[in-house]
């Protein structure tokens, strides 16, 4: 079972920026990636919709023998949690406590912003987590529905970009907000225009950076951790549900991944 | 068999732009509509999804007994209708053909330009399309991914989608076209801007307003027309795949549907 790859799934390819941290600070863990490109985004999509994706993509990756669930996507990890637990026994990681847990850390004013699709910021998830580890502190969350749609035109450095931040993060400057959660696996592909937007006193949280460590922790409780000294750097499998170009171009941008390295499934 | 429904299916509820056309023009039939909103959007995936779920969406209206289906998406007229009319035996009316006879027919100038979803674009169906009613046309072909996010943010009469629209029409413009065909249900919600950035020389071709003439030449070929008599207005049954409240919201601002008239199903 220690030798076993940890399973890690996402609305798409926005999660490789997940497994590609993963990848640097679990170097000695093999990983199996499912994108379910064929089905996303989640972040518009019901929470029935989202749980019943999210259990149909576990059951995948568990088919394959993992050990571990990393849900990289933030709707998925915020609307289908409880449900995945419920189901499957294996230890299962989401995006939402590393990161709510590290806002609620750095935030001295204790204010503290979250940004993420209709589905995250209606389900209130990080602002129940962000509470769970600080009590006091003061959330307020805004949906940026067009953000992935920007980063997937790779209108990264761009006026109309700015623009758009502009329109979405100015209810949070007000707010005096001192930390920024970017709630969403392709927002931190707009981090240069979203830092400029909101200033040099605010610090931008990126979920991503913080999961290795509690996928890490999850390991050794239960004693799960691969034995150290293999060699580091093994190419991880990547499944995604759908083959087109766009896809594939994104997830080479992402994590250089080559045409080759990538399998075409139907998880529905 | 004549008194069957017309069934009308698209990747969401942008369709309802066509089956309110169908409901003035055809107003003796009865209607289903089918919108795939637990998969959606089709534009930015490849043929073989687009295929699949145009597949699904058939059946299902198949198993109601229509004697009729009518592809009111773009991008499942572009890349599945070949598909659809060798599986099933009922008269299939797409967009692409309604909108682009029409466009050829306007162009005083035979340069008409096309804007649409990335796969519609890249499937060139509109350009071969045009060119069947009219060989020496010129088709230039734009993808506009980002339309249907400010369409579906409520973005209308805004500052930032004229900005978006002026990138991705500038081209058109520079080519000297006079007739531009909106080849994606989402855009009529953004005429004005488009009309506005392009000209009142340039005309617009909205194929949903093309369709119900080619559904009734369709019907009165096979002798399957409703008779006459029937009080008009009957209501249409609706069927989404997805129940987010978004949806519902955008479905209701279209076609003034109200939640009770609406029914879940999966039909993957």
Same mark, same amino acid.
């Given at each position: ?16 920026? @997940? ?46 023998? @993992?050990?571990?669930?990393? @849900? ?106 001192? @930390? ?89």
């Amino acid at each position: 079972m220690k030798e076993a790859p940890i399973g890690i799934f996402d609305s798409g390819v926005g999660g490789l920026t @997940v497994l590609k941290q993963m990848l640097v600070h679990l170097p000695q863990e093999r990983m199996i990636y499912l994108g379910d490109t064929a089905r996303l985004p989640y972040g518009i999509k019901s929470r029935e919709t989202v749980v019943r994706y999210s259990l149909n993509n576990a059951a995948f990756l568990l088919e394959r023998g @993992v050990k571990c669930l990393v @849900v990289a996507c933030n709707t998925a990890s915020a609307l289908a949690l409880d449900a995945l637990e419920a189901r499957f026994r294996v230890p299962i990681v989401g995006v939402i406590l590393p990161g709510a847990e590290k806002a609620a850390r750095s935030t001295r004013v204790q204010k503290v912003g979250v940004i993420g699709t209709v589905a995250t910021i209606r389900s209130r998830a990080y602002e129940t987590a962000i509470r769970s580890f600080r009590e006091t502190v003061d959330v307020l969350s805004v949906a940026c529905p067009l953000f992935v749609s920007l980063a997937e035109e790779g209108w990264i450095q761009d006026d109309i970009t700015r623009a758009v931040a502009r329109r979405y993060l100015e209810p949070l400057i007000r707010h005096g907000i001192d @930390v920024l959660v970017l709630g969403c696996t392709h927002y931190p592909l707009l981090k240069p225009v979203i830092a400029q937007v909101m200033g040099p006193s605010v610090g931008l949280v990126d979920s991503s950076r913080e999961v290795p460590l509690q996928v890490k922790r999850a390991l050794e409780e239960k004693g799960l951790g691969a034995p150290g000294g293999r060699r580091p750097g093994v190419p991880p499998k990547v499944y995604l549900t759908d083959c087109s170009a766009h896809f594939l171009e994104l997830s080479q941008t992402i994590l250089e991944i080559s045409p080759e390295d990538v399998e075409y499934v139907d998880v529905g």
